[in-house]
């Protein structure tokens, strides 16, 4: 993890107690919050303990210099503010986000950036009986999860009522690791029951109605489309493929070394291994929608 960096979003009472238990870890972390410390929040975040309360102090400027005055190796850098569009920007700076805001709206504008700008993200929540993980890499999105909940949304944190256990703790160090290492897989949902301490896991699929990953998206692959002439429409992902994983869903698709061929009905599509599209036959409309579909849970290439 030298080489990795990660974006916190939140320093409540998951958000600290993550920063205190991976310092040293990353090569680079970025704190986001807008709150002023309170002498209440020393109940769940013993993280600001030592806070000198005859002035307003923000949580993320304790945070910075505390930590970096551990002289751990991580630098640490602080945004003293709430996230907002305005802020997806920065995201480019990280490798990974980590939101452990409390609202879902927060929740949203988040997983708007990390879809916009292609960035891995894990959404934290936390309640007296259990803990929720969902992972995101270039896969279903924080929005396909909330379209598709039934009953009560996990929103964040807001009913914690005492410190995050350190058993919680561990777990979610060693699982945003693990996802920063590409061990773990986006659209990865994880609930860990904290009285027995056991995990369920499952996989979520993409919501090909989904606002922001799915329709938002063909919307953004209009910049990949480099010309549309006489030989077909010419489209460039920007990435590698995984050509194997993508022809085995793809009826009908020829794997040529570093090419997958599909031909149907006189239409054709050319795809190579560097991202490169070439359709024949297929309407804009048409390429877009194929495109979203079959690169939006492609896995990328494995050297």
Same mark, same amino acid.
């Given at each position: 993890m ?33 709150? $002023?410390?309170s002498?209440s ?5 013993? @993280?600001y =303990?030592?806070?000198?309360?005859s002035?307003?102090? /923000? &949580? ?7 930590l ?5 190796g ?9 996230f907002t ?9 990280y490798d ?6 409390d ?8 997983n ?5 700008y292609?960035k891995?993200?894990v ?26 909940s039934i ?7 807001e009913? $914690?009522?005492?410190a ?5 703790v561990? @777990?979610l =160090? ?7 290492? /590409? &061990?773990?897989d ?5 609930l860990f029951?904290l ?12 919501d090909?109605?989904c ?6 998206a ?17 489209f ?9 994983e993508?022809s085995?869903?793809l ?20 795809v190579s ?15 877009g929608?194929?495109?979203?579909a ?10």
């Open positions: 030298e080489n990795k960096s990660i974006l916190v979003i939140g320093a409540g009472a998951v958000g600290s107690a993550f920063l205190e238990s991976s310092q040293g870890i990353f090569k680079k972390v970025g704190i986001f919050d807008g709150d $002023i410390i002498k929040n020393l109940i769940t975040q013993p @993280f =303990k030592g806070c000198d309360f002035s307003p102090v /923000s &949580k993320v400027a304790f945070a910075v210099n505390k970096n005055s551990l002289n751990s991580t630098e640490y850098e602080g945004y003293e503010r709430y569009e305005k802020d997806f920007e920065t995201m480019k700076e990974i986000i980590a939101d452990f805001t609202n879902v709206n927060s929740r949203k504008i988040i708007n950036g990390c879809v916009k292609r891995a993200a959404f934290v929540s936390l309640n007296e009986k259990e803990a929720f993980l969902f992972f995101y890499r270039e896969s279903a999105c924080f929005n396909c999860l909330f379209r598709n009953g009560h949304v996990k929103e964040g944190c009913s $914690i009522v005492s995050p256990k350190n058993e919680f561990s @777990f =160090k060693e699982n945003i690791i693990e996802f920063a290492s /590409s &061990k773990i986006g659209g990865r949902i994880m029951n009285s027995n301490k056991r995990v369920l896991s499952s996989m979520l699929k993409k090909m109605e606002e922001v990953c799915v329709k938002h063909m919307k953004n692959f209009e910049d990949g489309f480099l010309q549309v002439c006489s030989s077909g429409i010419k460039s992902y920007g990435k590698k493929l995984n050509l194997k993508l085995s869903r009826s009908g698709g020829i794997l040529y070394g570093e090419y997958l061929i599909f031909n149907q009905n006189n239409k054709s599509m050319l291994l560097d991202g490169d599209f070439l359709f024949t036959g297929y309407s804009r409309e048409e390429a929608r194929l495109i979203t079959l690169v939006s849970q492609n896995p990328k290439h494995k050297e």
